[in-house]
C-alpha cells in the first residue's frame, strides 16, 4: 500500500510541475528545465518500487536533481555505477526532456560521467547498512525539487535557492506539498536535509509538526567541506545524524 501511494504521490507531482517549467522559462527565470520525472520515470517508478516500503522513518532530503545524475536517470543523487551495482536497476527506458538544450544531453541509465555526490553519498549508506534493501530499512532519499533547472546558452546547472519570483514561489509550495505527503505516506519521523537549504525547505514545510528536522554536509566536490581531510570530516559529520542500523 505505502509503495503505490509514492507512486501515486509522484507521478501527481510530476504532472504537476509541467506548468510550472513552461512558466519558468516563459518569464525568463531560467532558459531550460527538465523534468526527469516524466522522461526517466520507469527507473524512478522502479526505484520508489524498491526504497518507499522497505520501512524507513528517516529521510535524506536533497535539493534538486544534478546533470550527471537524477537528470539522468530519474532516482535522487543518482551515478551510473550506483544505480547499477548497488540498487540493481538497470535495462530501462531512458526517453528524452520536452525541450531538450544541446548542451545537456540525456543518455539514461549509461550516462558516461559518473555523479560524484552521488556516489560519496550511496557509498556511505552501503558502508553504514551494507546493500540496498538494508538502506531502504533505515532511510529514504527525495529531492525536495523534483526539475532541472538551466540558465544561459551554455545551459549552466543553477539550483532553485537561485531563482524567484511568483512562479518559483508556487513551485516550491507545491514541492513543500508533496514533502508532507512522503513524510505521511511512509510516516517518517525524521529528515535530514542534505546542505542548509534543504534543511531550510523541510522546516518550513513541517512547522507545527512534531517531526524531527536536522542536516548534515552536502557531498558536492564543490563544497570545501566536503573534501576536507580527503572527505573523512563529510563522512565523519553525515554518519553523526544517520540512524543507527538497530534504530
Known amino acids: 500500500m505505502i509503495v503505490e501511494r ?6 501527481t507531482l510530476r504532472d504537476d510541475v509541467e506548468s510550472f517549467a513552461d512558466s519558468l522559462v516563459k518569464e ?16 524512478h517508478h522502479a526505484y520508489l518500487e524498491l526504497a518507499s516500503g522497505g520501512g524507513a522513518k528517516t529521510l535524506l532530503l536533497g535539493m534538486n536533481p544534478g546533470p550527471h545524475g537524477m537528470g539522468q536517470m530519474g532516482i535522487p543523487f543518482a551515478a551510473t555505477s550506483v544505480v547499477r551495482d548497488l540498487l540493481k536497476i ?8 520536452r525541450n531538450p538544450h544541446p548542451k545537456r544531453p540525456v543518455s539514461g541509465l549509461d550516462w558516461p560521467k559518473e555523479e560524484v555526490s552521488g556516489t560519496r553519498l550511496w557509498g556511505l549508506l552501503a558502508d553504514e547498512y551494507g546493500n540496498a534493501e538494508s538502506i531502504f530499512k533505515s532511510v529514504f532519499l527525495l529531492n525536495h525539487c523534483p526539475l532541472m533547472l538551466f540558465s544561459g546558452e551554455r545551459a549552466t546547472n543553477i539550483t532553485p535557492d537561485k531563482i524567484s519570483g511568483p512562479t518559483t514561489k508556487a513551485l516550491l509550495e507545491r514541492c513543500d506539498e508533496h514533502l508532507r505527503e512522503v513524510v505521511e505516506i511512509m510516516q517518517i519521523e525524521r529528515v ?3 546542505g542548509r537549504y534543504s534543511e531550510k525547505r523541510a522546516l518550513d514545510a513541517l512547522s507545527g509538526s512534531d517531526i524531527s528536522v536536522t542536516t548534515c554536509w552536502h557531498p558536492s566536490p564543490a563544497s570545501p567541506l566536503a573534501n576536507r581531510n580527503g572527505g573523512a570530516d563529510w563522512r ?11 534504530d
Do not use: C, F
Not at 523534468?35 to 527507473?43: E, F, Q, R
Not at 565523519?236 to 538497530?246: D, E, F, K, Q, S
Open 6 to 11: 509514492m507512486i501515486g504521490a509522484s507521478s
Open 28 to 43: 525568463g527565470s531560467v532558459d531550460a528545465v527538465y523534468n526527469p520525472l516524466a522522461y526517466a520515470w520507469k527507473p
Open 90 to 97: 538497470t535495462d530501462l527506458e531512458v526517453e528524452q526532456p
Open 192 to 194: 535530514i536535509g542534505v
Open 236 to 246: 565523519a559529520n553525515v554518519r553523526a545524524v544517520l540512524p543507527n542500523i538497530h
